[in-house]
């Protein structure tokens, strides 16, 4: 378990759409290390509020733009390094998606169906943090 001293905060983003269908997607990223699908997070920078941080990922790292809602939907917890970390991850309703963008040489990116994107997503956190997603974007319908 993490010591609150020792965690380093990190944010994040769900990037999200529905297609023509009326049916979720999720934007994944791959990780620049091992290239598994994950969703987009970083540093906090020092300027920005977590939740202004969480947009900067989304694109820099999956090239996306979009509505950002002030509502941490899931946490995640992952050790890096020597390091541990905790991420908070607020939904980013897409409304941009970019053919060029900060990391495309470095990171692959996909629209996933909802449920392939559970069981394509790196980490069971997470999965789970997907899941409790869709039930959140279903309670606003």
């Known amino acids: 378990m993490f010591s609150e001293d020792e965690v380093i905060p990190q944010s994040g983003v769900i990037p999200y759409q529905f297609d023509k269908n009326n049916q979720l997607q999720i934007m994944l990223v791959t990780s ?3 290239g598994v699908w994950i969703l987009p997070k970083g540093k906090i920078e020092l300027d920005l509020t977590s939740m202004e941080s969480a947009s900067k990922e989304a694109f820099e790292e999956a090239g996306v733009k979009g509505k950002i809602e002030n509502q941490v939907v899931g946490t995640y917890n992952y050790s890096k390094f020597g390091n541990d970390y905790s991420v908070e991850f607020f ?3 897409i409304e ?6 900060d990391e495309m040489d470095f ?7 909802i449920n392939d994107a559970i069981d394509n997503v790196y ?3 997470l999965r789970d943090i997907l899941i409790d997603f869709q039930d959140y974007i279903q309670g606003k319908e």
Request: aromatic share 10%.
């Open 32 to 34: 620049k290390l091992r």
């Open 96 to 101: 941009t998606v970019l053919e060029e963008w």
């Open 123 to 125: 980490d069971q956190e």
């Open 107 to 113: 990171r692959r990116r996909e629209l996933f169906e």
């Open 91 to 93: 939904p980013l309703e």
